[in-house]
Nanobody
């Protein structure tokens, strides 16, 4: 089994910054993809960013240039640095880990951007 624990959500003003962190534990394969999804009220869950175990990164167009994803393979953590936040970034953010054909999800952390 795999457990994912997120931290770092909260309330921030427009234009501000926030960093989300996620710690993975359990049976983690050496080859995996970690990432962040988000779901805003009334909307479908969407991919924000992902990073492979070899640090190949992928970003949603809406966050390119503003968000940065990184990981520490030794500590089994993934971080999402969010800058120039907009009201439309308001959502519950979920950490994910994909390996050996399965996807694991964290509980989610709320990010609210106020204007």
């Amino acid at each position: 089994q795999v457990q994912l624990v997120e931290s770092g959500g909260g309330l921030v003003q427009v234009g501000g910054s926030l960093t989300l962190s996620c710690a993975a534990s359990g049976n983690i394969a050496s080859i995996n993809v970690m990432g962040w999804y988000r779901q805003a009220p009334g909307k479908q869950r969407e991919l924000v960013a992902s990073i492979t175990s070899t640090s190949l990164r992928n970003y949603a167009d809406s966050v390119k240039g503003r968000f940065t994803i990184s990981r520490d393979n030794a500590k089994l953590t993934v971080t999402l640095r969010m800058t120039v936040l907009r009201p439309e970034d308001t959502a519950v953010y979920y950490c994910t880990l994909r390996q050996i054909g399965r996807v694991y999800w964290g509980q989610g952390t709320q990010v609210t951007v106020s204007s």
